[in-house]
């Protein structure tokens, strides 16, 4: 390792990568009109189906294949990661049925299945806490990894934070380069006119319902198989769910804003752990770890109040307009409504 | 209402309760063991003698605090998470007036409980006004304030209220005698005080939900805010002041915790009851009347929770997964038969809330 | 429902009269532990230590451990684990925590038969506890000293850093001991000890409670982003060794010194210099055998390690077992540090070697003049002892206070 600044940056990266990939998931959801509330548990849930998984299937190809424990570790790895997308999936699906079929509350699904996420992996998982298991290794991407500082920050990750900078450049192009991101827009914006103009509104929900949380499911995979090295009782990735929804909002739905919120919320987390290191700044432990809850409630105020307009209006005008357009955004205007076919 | 539908609504209660029954009995044969045996073991936890009824009954009496607190803000169709908070701020105020003030007992106990009340209160204003004033969604700003409440705990325990010999995040030191509730008996160590405090919130807030203007703009308020304001009815005020009584309900169901279960202010001190009370105001749908004989059920399960852990060694969150599916499957269910009376015959929704004709 | 009521009833009565019983002469004992009893850390030792007295006294029963009581299952209170125990019959209850000190004593009160042994704690030593508590700990200074010194033996960077659980008297003790131990042999390495990094990063508790404390697996991550390679754990459960192993996998060259448990190397063997462990068992033979004679009285116990032989299974009560990462020359190097060790502690069965002025706090305060030895234990405010220590050393980076 070199720099201490440059790979406190890489590390930063690192650990915001199941944020990244968890919020990205959300903001597909919610683009297309429903809110899944569940992040918290889906998230902790998948992480420990993802754990025993890989777990399972590197014993299984040790012994039948008669592959030692690095060599199935990549295969496991994947493995492991396809189950947690199925858990966060058939988690969001629920909710999906319960809202659009049973027409019941998709917050007060989604409250109770974040409870029951983490209760059920807790109960599942016991056996499986802190015991080694696969894990994914970071691997330079060739020629990029060469670069000098954005190289080493970026490119000398392991495999889900490569996925996770796909996945925000590939939501970014179906929602404003693609036709079907042209629907699922409308779906969450203005169902009634879509509807009208022949888009399935409640299909298009079920499916980008679905495939937000085996997104979710994914970052849960990133948690136990790569960045928390495992799966442990309490689970290390618990209330990460909440600080991915309030990302979504700082991100204004939009994908290269969520992914910067994630690294904020992520860069502060390790400002912890530096003030604390730092000589002659004395300030309580303790308060340094409500910062990332602070910045959460923060920043919830600045994108929903009239606070961040006014702020804009002390600017001079030519640059009002495109701050705020990189600033302000608001919800989908469908978010969390029901559409029912007159 | 007639037998008849008292019995179809009996009924209707019964089938979720055998659902998530049963799936419970299917996990705890997956881990290995008996459900029966696990059954009998959890109500041997409840109900062996009067310490594990006690037990019970000091589950029962915060979680039901902060379950009527909830009902409130759920008629005002507002998502209080930050209850948890609540309790948590409301235990820290109690166990401040604990620690340091010096009075007769019957003062100081009243001064602990007036002080929870207040944080409670505070801590619940904070979300109302973020949401009705600044427009912060009640859920996230409760999700944060819920830990940095938690956070609060944990530095007043390290920092000022630092027992004498030193660093540690056990406890904060434990309260003089005056500050304690007293004890029906030593057998049977529930406070009189609190069981009371309990039954006179209930009938307070039934009341007030059922026969006062506030109640009625609060039931409007929740229904639809944008035409409750048209009406006249000044909803941001209605809105913060129900996180405030909640707040303050919450407040008690904290004090509670501090003073009579750990005679000290712990980390985590709430135990994530408030969670709970969202999955019994869930249940209970806004009846009040409900919502003792949900949390007793619930407070059975948490008090047999420990023997499940002690003599199957089966997790805690058992009782957690035990009580998520059991609200899930209520929430399911009641879709799946609405839906189902929908297509069979023209629903008539307002008959099952018929406090809206009294608007 | 009438059926139900009484197949109910039933099964009620039938649990109740199914309580467990133990024949007469059976000593029962029991133990409630923070973490699960196969944490690989502070719990596993104390569940081992358990077990080897179950196989090496008669007549001696060992209940099923409490597991997990801690302030972060507030559902299963600790008194509500204690009278488990008890119901199930135990006559000595180990509560293996200092987060339990003040509710053993609180509720040691209540069941006057009962011996109640708090390990970690000093209430027994400062006279607060009732008859029926007493104390127990090793002197996990000479194991810090020893992993401290190991680490110093083979870092590449001079810099080690430290993953400390909450502050207070013991983790601040633990951590001077271990910084101590490095300082001494990266100068026997030949090298100027001033140039050593020392780095302690505190994550709020004795293991990770989400959304309260650092997370453990982070705060390794970042110990070695900023330098370290070697990372010595001071807390209960095993990120450091895991983050480390997982950091040799993709070529970085850094080893770990994992905490309390013997058998804590086996996470990641290759990158493990050695382990500081407690063995409970010789001690807590002794204390049960005192107790099933009727001779148990109370007692401020300190356990030491057995000098002749310091992995000796039945007679030390601190080891340190070296661990395959550690090349054989500073293996060697650890060995005759340790036979230094044990000619100190020969000479001054009061105090633990290198606590020797010149000593320093962190804010300059001078705790020992050059050449006396600290005491191991003195009472507070009076005269400074390793046992309190109200700051970390001058030199160590990292804060004294939270």
């Known amino acids: 390792m070199s720099d201490p600044l440059i790979s406190t940056l890489a590390g930063i990266v690192t650990n915001a990568t199941p944020l990244v990939i968890a919020a990205m998931g959300e903001t597909i959801t919610e683009r297309a009109g429903i809110v899944n509330l569940s992040l918290d548990g889906s998230i902790v849930l998948s992480a420990m189906s993802g754990f025993v998984v890989a777990y399972s299937a590197q014993q299984i190809l040790i012994t039948s294949a008669g592959m030692t424990a690095p060599e199935a570790a990549g295969l496991s790895v994947i493995i492991g990661a396809i189950g947690a997308m199925v858990v966060g999936a058939l988690v969001a699906l629920l909710i999906a049925f319960s809202s659009i079929s049973l027409r019941q509350d998709q917050v007060a699904v989604g409250f109770v299945l974040t409870l029951l996420g983490t209760d059920l992996a807790v109960f599942l998982g016991t056996n499986y806490a802190r015991i080694p298991g696969p894990q994914i290794l970071p691997t330079d991407l060739p020629l990029l990894a060469n670069i000098p500082v954005i190289g080493e920050i970026f490119f000398q990750q392991s495999g889900f934070a490569y996925v996770s900078y796909l996945l925000v450049f590939g939501t970014w192009w179906l929602f404003f380069r693609t036709r079907q991101g042209l629907s699922l827009r409308a779906v969450g914006e203005r169902p009634e006119a879509a509807f009208a103009r022949g888009i399935p509104v409640n299909r298009l929900r079920y499916l980008y319902t679905a495939l937000g949380g085996a997104v979710v499911g994914l970052a849960g995979a990133a948690y136990s198989l790569n960045v928390r090295a495992g799966w442990t009782v309490p689970p290390a990735m618990g209330g990460d769910g909440w600080i991915a929804l309030a990302i979504v909002i700082f991100g204004g739905w939009h994908p290269f804003r969520v992914l910067i919120g994630a690294y904020l919320f992520a860069g502060l987390r390790s400002l912890a752990s530096v003030i604390q290191r730092t000589p002659g700044i004395e300030i309580n432990i303790t308060l340094l770890n409500a910062a990332p809850w602070v910045l959460m409630i923060i920043t919830l105020l600045l994108v929903s109040s009239g606070a961040l307009e006014r702020l804009l209006q002390v600017l001079p005008r030519p640059l009002q307009k495109p701050l705020r357009g990189i600033l302000r955004s608001d919800p989908p205007a469908a978010l969390g409504t029901r559409f029912e076919r007159k | ?359 | 429902m009438r059926k139900l009521i009484i197949v109910v009833a039933l099964l009620c009565l039938s649990a109740i009269l199914a309580l467990p019983t133990f024949a007469q002469d059976e000593f029962v004992f029991g133990m409630v532990l923070v973490g699960p009893k196969n944490d690989g850390g502070w719990s596993q030792a104390h569940f081992e230590g358990g077990v080897y007295v179950a196989e090496m006294l008669d007549g001696v029963t060992f209940l099923e451990p409490q597991e997990n009581i801690n302030a972060g299952n507030p559902d299963v209170p600790f008194d509500v684990a204690v009278s488990a125990l008890i119901d199930q019959g135990a006559q000595l209850v180990f509560t293996a925590s200092d987060e339990y000190e003040e509710d053993t004593s609180r509720i040691a009160a209540d069941y006057p038969d009962v011996t109640f042994i708090n390990v970690s704690g000093d209430d027994a030593y400062l006279g607060t506890a009732p008859a029926n508590v007493g104390n127990v700990m090793g002197t996990m200074e000479w194991g810090k000293i020893m992993a401290g010194c190991a680490a110093a033996l083979q870092t590449e960077t001079g810099s080690i850093g430290y993953l400390g659980p909450l502050i207070n008297f013991e983790t601040r003790r633990l951590v001077n001991s271990a910084y101590l131990g490095a300082r001494h042999c990266y100068e026997a390495r030949g090298m100027n000890p001033d140039d050593l990094v020392f780095t302690v990063t505190w994550i709020g508790f004795w293991f990770n409670i989400p959304g309260v404390t650092l997370d453990p697996t982070e705060e390794a991550n970042t110990l070695l982003n900023n330098g370290a390679d070697v990372l010595i754990s001071g807390i209960d459960t095993t990120e450091a060794i895991t983050v480390v192993g997982q950091r040799a996998a993709q070529g970085d060259t850094v080893w770990a010194v994992p905490y309390d448990f013997m058998g804590a190397c086996d996470i990641s063997p290759d990158v493990c210099l050695g382990v500081p462990y407690f063995h409970w068992g010789p001690v807590y033979s002794d204390l049960i055998g005192a107790a099933q004679a009727g001779t148990w009285e109370q007692d401020w116990l300190l356990t030491n390690p057995d000098w002749s032989d310091l992995n000796n299974q039945d007679t030390t009560g601190i080891g340190f077992m070296t661990g395959p990462g550690l090349t054989e020359e500073n293996a060697a190097a650890l060995e005759s540090f340790i036979a230094d060790a044990a000619a100190y502690a020969e000479e001054n069965p009061e105090g633990i070697y290198l606590w020797t002025g010149p000593l320093a706090y962190q804010d300059g305060t001078v705790l020992a003049e050059e050449g006396a030895n600290l005491p191991y234990i003195a009472p507070l405010g009076e005269a400074p002892s390793v046992w309190y220590s109200e700051q970390l050393l001058e030199g160590i980076v990292g804060a004294s206070e939270s």
């Open chain 2, 1 to 359: 209402m007639n037998p008849q539908r008292l019995m179809t609504r009996f009924g209707k209660a019964l089938i979720p309760v055998a659902i998530s029954l049963l799936v419970t009995a299917l996990l705890v044969s997956l881990a290995g063991v008996n459900p029966l045996n696990a059954a009998t073991e959890l109500l041997r936890g409840s109900f062996r003698d009067l310490g594990a009824f006690a037990n019970v009954v000091n589950f029962w009496i915060p979680l039901t605090f902060a379950s009527i607190g909830l009902i409130i803000t759920f008629t005002a169709g507002l998502w209080n998470i930050g209850v948890d908070g609540q309790i948590t701020i409301g235990a820290i105020f109690a166990s401040a007036v604990a620690l340091s003030w010096d009075l007769p007992a019957p003062l100081l106990i009243a001064a602990q409980i007036v002080a929870a009340m207040v944080g409670g209160g505070l801590w619940g204003a904070l979300v109302g006004i973020l949401k009705a004033r600044l427009g912060v969604n009640e859920i996230f700003g409760g999700v944060a304030l819920n830990q940095i409440a938690n956070l609060a705990t944990l530095y007043m325990i390290t920092g000022p209220w630092q027992p004498p010999e030193g660093g540690s995040v056990r406890s904060s030191p434990p309260f003089p005698p005056e500050a304690l509730l007293p004890r029906l008996s030593d057998d049977f160590r529930i406070s009189p005080l609190m069981l009371i405090g309990v039954v006179v919130a209930l009938i307070v807030v039934y009341l007030a939900l059922r026969g006062t203007r506030w109640g009625l703009q609060l039931k409007a308020t929740g229904k639809n805010p944008r035409s409750a304001l048209l009406m006249g009815v000044p909803t941001n005020r209605t809105v913060i002041t129900a996180f405030i009584v909640c707040g303050m309900l919450a407040g008690v169901a904290g004090a509670f915790r501090a003073l009579v279960v750990f005679q000290s202010l712990r980390p985590l001190v709430s135990g994530g009851i408030g969670f709970l009370a969202i999955l019994v105001a869930l249940l209970a749908e806004n009846r009040v009347l409900l919502v003792p004989f949900i949390t007793f059920v619930f407070s059975a399960l948490l008090g047999g929770s420990a023997q499940l852990k002690v003599a199957l060694r089966l997790d805690v969150a058992l009782v957690g997964v035990v009580q998520g599916i059991l609200v899930l499957t209520a929430l399911l269910f009641k879709g799946a038969s609405e839906r189902f009376q929908a297509t069979s015959s023209q629903p008539s929704r307002t008959a099952t809330r018929p406090e809206v004709a009294h608007e």
